[in-house]
């Protein structure tokens, strides 16, 4: 099993800055990756960011391609997202998911789910 726990929501002025991390216990898994996702109100879940805990590759939605990054600390199991040149569009609760092998945009491919933390942007 695989625990998830998300921490560094909070609230921050159009413009400003947040890092989430996201660290991860229990099972591990070296061939698999992890990815950020988002839910505003009354919308569906999307992709934000994934890496691959093997070489690190990085993939981004369009929407935040440039003001997010997405990394890893393979010792600390550790996944984190600098969020820069926030928008109020970008207000929605994060989660980060882990999947066992590879890495994706779909949701319905992550295994684990953490559960959670709000991110408010104001205007």
């Known amino acids: 099993q695989v625990q998830l726990v998300e921490s560094g929501g909070g609230l921050v002025q159009a413009g400003g800055s947040l890092r989430l991390s996201c660290a991860a216990s229990?099972?591990?898994?070296?061939?698999?990756?992890m990815g950020w996702f988002r839910q505003a109100p009354g919308k569906e879940r999307e992709f934000v960011a994934a890496?691959?805990?093997?070489?690190?590759?990085?993939y981004y939605a369009d929407s935040v391609k440039g003001r997010f990054t997405i990394s890893r600390d393979n010792a600390k199991n550790t996944v984190y997202l600098q969020m820069n040149s926030l928008k109020p569009e970008d207000t929605a609760v994060y989660f980060c998911?882990?999947?066992?092998?590879?890495?994706?945009?779909?949701?319905?491919?992550?295994?684990?789910w953490g559960q959670g933390t709000q991110v408010t942007v104001s205007s």
């Open positions: 890496i691959r805990w093997s070489g690190g590759r990085t």
């Open positions: 229990g099972r591990t898994f070296s061939s698999g990756g």
């Open positions: 998911a882990a999947k066992e092998r590879g890495s994706s945009w779909d949701a319905r491919d992550y295994e684990y």
